[in-house]
Structures are given as structure tokens and as C-alpha cells.
Nanobody, 115 residues
């Protein structure tokens, strides 16, 4: 059974930082395309960052230069380092894995940026 378990969300002030983690089981992340998505209230789910199998990372325009996606294959974990956070980054953040026709989502972790 595949599980993607996110952690690291919370409340942070504007300008602050958070690091999200996505611990995977049942899949090997280096064999999959991995990504982070987010969904704010009343908005569509949007891509935040992606790290394809053997490919280059890419980012949504709104987070370029502030967020960094990375992996630790030994821990089978994907990270999202978020710096210079803004109120508009407030959303539920989801971990995503894909290989061919198989798609998996985590349960999400809430990030709230507010003073």
C-alpha cells in the first residue's frame, strides 16, 4: 500500500520559513516523478514544485526563488523548503507521486502565513 505522509506545516509570520516533509512508503521516490501542490480556499489546486525522475526541478511562477524542492533517497523523503513566506502562500500543501498511469496523493498539511 502506498502512503505519502506530509508534515511540517503550521502557522508562520510573513517573511518566515518552513520546511515540509513527505515520507513515502510503498514506492521508491527516485523511481517516481515527485511534486508538491497546494490548494487555497476557493481556488484550484496548483503546482508548487516538481522533481521528475532524472530530470530538472521546476517551480510555479509565484514561488520561484523562494521555494526549493529536494529529496533524500536514503530516507525516501521529499522536502519543500519555503522561505520569504507571504500571506498568499496560505494553503493546504499536498505531496504527489506519479509513475505512468499511477498517481498518489498525500493527505495534505496546512500552511498559514499570518501576523
Amino acid at each position: 500500500q502506498v502512503q505519502l505522509v506530509e508534515s511540517g506545516g503550521g502557522l508562520v509570520q510573513p517573511g518566515g520559513s518552513l520546511r515540509l516533509s513527505c515520507a513515502a512508503s510503498g514506492i521508491i521516490i527516485s523511481d517516481n516523478n515527485m511534486a508538491w501542490y497546494r490548494q487555497a480556499p476557493g481556488k484550484l489546486r496548483e503546482l508548487v514544485a516538481r522533481i521528475p525522475r532524472g530530470g530538472m526541478t521546476n517551480y510555479g511562477d509565484s514561488v520561484k526563488g523562494r521555494f526549493t524542492i529536494s529529496t533524500d533517497n536514503a530516507k525516501n523523503t521529499v522536502y519543500l523548503q519555503m522561505n520569504s513566506l507571504k500571506p498568499e502562500d496560505t494553503a493546504v500543501y499536498y505531496c504527489y507521486a506519479n509513475r505512468g498511469p499511477r498517481n498518489y496523493w498525500g493527505q495534505g498539511t496546512q500552511v498559514t502565513v499570518s501576523s
